[in-house]
């Protein structure tokens, strides 16, 4: 069984391991509305895919400009696996994101419009509080891929295969890392109130990024102001059963100040995903 280090609460799984794939999705075209023939669903996972490139990199920053602090070395090896698996999830959005670009998406003014507040960010926070930017924006990865495993009809329902394939490849690897950032966090003497400051703030420029993106596919569409587009949206992300009525419970969790990522364990989730998933689609360990 793994040794949990000084710093955790509620140590992670021990068949559970922070350890990248190397994948293989098929993913070499890209329907227009590929979600269920429905723009805003097509849309707000293209969205999401937009932000992952920069925001992987500014994650592993995050951790590495407190590494040298931390001494435990089962933590340090979650942060390698953390820092490989990020570095895998960027490469793999970045050949989605190209496949947007090709239909004529600007994605080069995404990219911009995110790297100013991206730079913003670790101008304007000390390294401490980009750590807890990440623990903030880590705990959303982590409850969104919890609730894409636990109901994936709700989420990815009549997607092709392709993108149910990518989307739970990232949920699984969410989850296997969930706690690392929050771990290291603490380790190097975080506390509670840079944390839930942070996740106010990031709660705040998580959902403006997010709906500033997903308007500009809208937009480029020429669906943005039509009332069946935010009809299929707000049943999308509220109606029953919404993916934000899936997640807000768990989003509260994090504002507790005995809260701590493993204390949802949804580790089966991930032994489901590997007995199913991980040997058809998956090419050869990364290094």
Not at 53 to 70: A, K, L, N, T
Not at 114 to 134: D, H, I, S, V
Request: glycine share 6%.
């Amino acid at each position: 069984m793994n040794t949990p280090h000084a710093a955790s609460r509620c140590p992670r799984p021990s068949h559970v391991d922070v350890k990248p794939r190397r994948m293989r999705f098929g993913l070499d075209s890209l329907k227009r509305h590929w979600h269920s023939n429905d723009a805003f669903r097509s849309h707000f996972f293209n969205g999401l895919s937009t932000l992952f490139p920069q925001g992987e990199r500014f994650f592993i920053d995050s951790v590495r400009g407190v590494q040298h602090e931390i001494t435990d070395p089962v933590l340090l090896a979650e942060i390698k696996g953390f820092i490989a698996q990020e570095a895998v999830h960027g490469h793999e959005h970045d050949k989605y994101n190209n496949l947007l670009r090709e239909q004529g998406y600007d994605i080069d003014k995404l990219d911009r419009h995110l790297g100013f507040w991206t730079r913003l960010g670790q101008k304007l926070m000390t390294r401490k509080q980009q750590l807890a930017t990440t623990c903030a924006v880590e705990h959303f990865t982590a409850i969104m891929a919890n609730a894409l495993m636990r109901y994936p009809q709700d989420w990815l329902g009549d997607a092709p295969d392709a993108m149910k394939a990518i989307w739970r490849w990232h949920a699984i690897e969410e989850t296997e890392h969930k706690a690392v950032c929050f771990d290291a966090y603490e380790a190097v003497g975080g506390g509670y109130f840079t944390r839930i400051l942070m996740m106010i703030q990031t709660t705040i420029h998580f959902s403006y990024v997010t709906t500033r993106h997903v308007c500009h596919f809208l937009a480029k569409d020429g669906v943005l102001f039509k009332a069946s587009t935010w009809k299929s949206g707000f049943q999308f992300l509220w109606g029953k059963p919404g993916l934000i009525r899936q997640i807000f419970r768990d989003y509260l969790d994090y504002y507790r100040p005995s809260f701590h990522p493993w204390q949802h364990d949804n580790s089966t989730l991930i032994d489901e995903w590997k007995a199913q998933h991980e040997e058809k689609y998956s090419v050869r360990p990364a290094a």
